[in-house]
């Protein structure tokens, strides 16, 4: 009976906001505020579902993922008798007991858990993150409705039809039970801070001192309960209270560590990064430095995935247009032979918006053009392409006037000439080289226009370079 209810529940508030708008006092609210209002009268579990839905700019409009951004995850907390059974049934033991000082008031509540803050004599303060009971339960039944409603909505839309709703819902709740696994979230905290505290602090240099990471307590962490390092900081979308406060260095703080998992992926090697660096999930802390919370999910590429989406990069920046269609059919197992004349006027149009355009929608573009011609494309072109787009809003809200573009060009070029390097490296270039020393001869100053001319503009270079290796 209570499935019913709440098949009946979200059913109702889908026609009510997606079919017969226009019958209501909702007949002129865009998608995104009609989605948005959807999500907030159906629960957490659509909040969720609808913050996603809120990076998706391959499946939405930029204005429709900014009305769904709105979205606050913030709910009641849930009644305290609630944490003490799950302490219980996980440690045997009430909370009080394991912690000193521990209140029973949360300073955090959210659709996923609920956060308190603790002494130990170990580890002095924590932050002691508590599951919310039955939201697995709830995810799983939730997204098994919104599938059968997913197929009857199909029948009646054309533009639903082209998009297969499935495995965008299968994608969402994947996301969703990653992220409410909490030993999950532990190896994805250890792995992320070895990663730019460990192996790759050659790669990213003086930048890593700059990202801080909480320290995981195992023995004091379960299935339902995680508990860390309590990291004292505010958080991004409260900057406007430390503007004028000489201690922090707001600007410094996103662009050095942004500018870490930049030359992280540039660099080829495996790359690991926060898969939801909302506004809500980092503190600026002072001196320049920035701490990531909430490692629910962690987007990781292989070496393999690594540099196939920097080459695709690379060749969007470069407008090489041959350089990115053969890219990003590689990148999404798509044969190049079949697609390539087909998808080749919309990557062209394509790579005249991204001139104009902020880095954060530039694998989402794509994204859209397979769509529009049924080429599936591969799960981590999502997961970077949302990170891209969070990022890039990022930087509207605490930077308004750059982008992603404007504080990492300098990146890019280092890339582009890396690359450049690169195909030297692979190519035979002695009849290169002989021509060029017969032009030298009539012309000393050539090689030092051309030197300065290819330094200054690497992109240039490698069209270029492209260009006489297929001559």
């Known amino acids: 009976m209570k499935k019913i209810r709440r098949s009946l529940q979200i059913s109702f508030t889908s026609i009510k906001y997606l079919v017969l708008y ?11 505020t009609r989605l948005r209002l ?87 303060d924590v932050a002691v993150k508590v599951r919310r009971p039955d939201i697995e339960k709830n ?47 532990a190896d994805n905290l250890d ?68 500018g870490a998992i930049m030359k992280m992926w540039l660099n080829g090697d495996e790359f690991a990064f926060h898969g939801d660096p909302y506004p809500s999930n980092l503190l600026i802390l002072p001196h320049g430095k920035l701490a990531f919370l909430d490692f629910g999910l962690l987007g990781y590429l292989s070496k393999k995935d690594t540099r196939e989406t920097r080459d695709l990069l690379l060749a969007i920046y470069a407008q090489d247009l041959e350089a990115t269609i053969r890219t990003a059919l590689k990148m999404c197992g798509a044969s ?8 080749r006027e919309d990557v062209k149009k394509y790579l005249e918006t991204t001139k ?17 011609h049924g080429i599936p494309f591969a799960y981590h072109v999502i997961l970077i392409g949302r990170m891209q787009a969070i990022v890039e809003g990022l930087f509207e809200t605490v930077i308004p006037g750059t982008t992603t573009i404007d504080a990492f060009g300098d990146e890019m070029k280092r890339g582009l000439r890396q690359q450049i390097f690169n195909n030297l490296l692979e190519t035979d270039l002695s009849p290169i080289f002989y021509a060029l020393s017969e032009q030298t001869k009539k012309s000393p100053k050539l090689i030092a226009g051309l030197i300065d001319t290819y330094f200054n503009d690497p992109a240039r270079a490698l069209r270029d370079f492209r260009t006489i290796i297929r001559a």
Not at 22 to 32: A, D, E, P, V
Not at 356 to 372: L, N, P, Q, V
């Open 22 to 32: 226009k019958l209501t006092r909702h007949r002129n609210k865009t998608l995104g």
């Open 38 to 124: 959807a999500c907030e009268e159906l629960g957490f579990v659509f909040i969720k579902i609808g913050q996603i839905l809120s990076t998706r700019y391959e499946l939405l409009s930029r204005e429709d993922c900014t009305e769904l951004q709105k979205l606050l995850d913030s709910v009641p907390p849930i009644p305290y008798e609630q944490v003490e059974k799950i302490f219980l049934e996980d440690f045997k033991v009430t909370p009080e007991t394991i912690f000193q000082n521990w209140n029973p008031i949360p300073i955090a509540s959210a659709s996923v858990a609920q956060v308190y803050k603790a002494h130990t004599l170990k580890y002095g």
């Open 139 to 185: 995810i799983r039944s939730d997204l098994a409705i919104l599938k059968r409603l997913g197929k009857i909505a199909q029948l009646f839309s054309k533009d639903l039809r082209q998009i297969n709703l499935n495995e965008v819902f299968n994608q969402i709740e994947s996301w969703l039970l990653t992220e409410i696994d909490f030993r999950n979230e």
């Open 191 to 258: 792995r992320i801070s070895n990663s730019y505290h460990g192996k790759m602090r050659e790669v990213i240099g003086e930048y890593a001192d700059n990202m801080v990471f909480a320290k995981v307590y195992r023995d004091f962490s379960s299935d339902q309960v995680i508990t860390m390092e309590f990291i004292e900081g505010i958080p991004v979308r409260n900057f406007k209270s430390i503007e004028n406060n000489p201690l922090y260095n707001i600007k410094g703080s996103i662009k050095s560590s942004m």
């Open 336 to 343: 190049y032979e079949k697609y390539r004349s087909r998808i």
């Open 356 to 372: 104009d355009s902020a880095m954060g929608f530039w694998f989402t573009g794509i994204a859209r053009i397979f769509i529009k």
